[in-house]
């Protein structure tokens, strides 16, 4: 649901459009992980991003406008960090454990209170209630459970898992791990609980080989 807009008398100058738009995104989605969408205020996203509100309606629309811009760079950003995870000149338990690695670096960022992955975390709320951000949020979680897909078809040409074995079932389950390790981690799980459940996963995904692999990466 949109933001009304709302002049604000003490900004209401300006300044010239000269920002980073990339910055400034990820400034906001700094906000909104800490508090979601509708606990984070318009002041709150305008010292952030070190815009006031007339720049940033119009550099980013409203509020939401900018929420779904956040969501959809989020997604871009992790599934290109997936694919370079998932590169296919490593063995594939490592590449797997790679993406879970990874992503427990970023839920635990802040050590303080993890905040989990910032789709999930925010976005399966307001989901509820708006159709746009439930349709970021189905194309994001599918876009990274297709980097899996993609990484087990290579595998099974390879032979590094069986040729019955179905990609997109690996890659359902493999996607079904991470965001449970999201969750979790925003739930309270350790880091290293959630560390020894990835390695479990990995090894009953990838097969009995994975056990080595996934050591080794550690």
Avoid: H
Avoid at 65 to 90: G, K, P
Avoid at 161 to 189: E, H, N, T, Y
């Amino acid at each position: 649901m949109s933001t009304p807009v709302q002049k604000d008398p003490i900004r209401s100058r300006g300044r010239p459009r000269a920002y980073d738009p990339e910055s400034a995104l990820a400034r906001a989605t700094k906000s909104f992980w800490r508090a979601g969408f509708a606990g984070t205020s318009l002041d709150e996203l305008c010292d952030a991003m070190d815009m006031n509100r007339p720049s940033l309606y119009g550099a980013f629309g409203d509020k939401r406008d900018l929420y779904l811009a956040t969501l959809e760079r989020y997604v871009a950003l992790s599934r290109a960090d997936m694919e370079q995870a998932l590169a296919a000149d490593a063995p594939l338990a490592k590449g797997v454990q790679r993406v879970y690695e990874r992503a427990l670096a970023l839920y635990f960022a802040d050590t303080a209170a993890p905040l989990g992955c910032f789709l999930i975390g925010t976005a399966a709320t307001e989901a509820a209630r708006d159709p746009g951000v439930r349709s970021v949020l189905g194309a994001g979680l599918r876009a990274l459970t297709q980097a899996f897909e993609a990484r087990f078809r290579v595998a099974r040409k390879r032979g590094e898992i069986g040729s019955a074995s179905s990609p997109k079932r690996l890659a359902d389950l493999a996607a079904a791990v991470l965001f449970s390790l999201a969750l979790r981690a925003r739930a309270g799980d350790s880091r290293a609980s959630l560390r020894a459940f990835s390695r479990s996963a990995v090894t009953l995904l990838c097969g009995a080989r994975a056990k080595s692999s996934s050591a080794r990466s550690g």
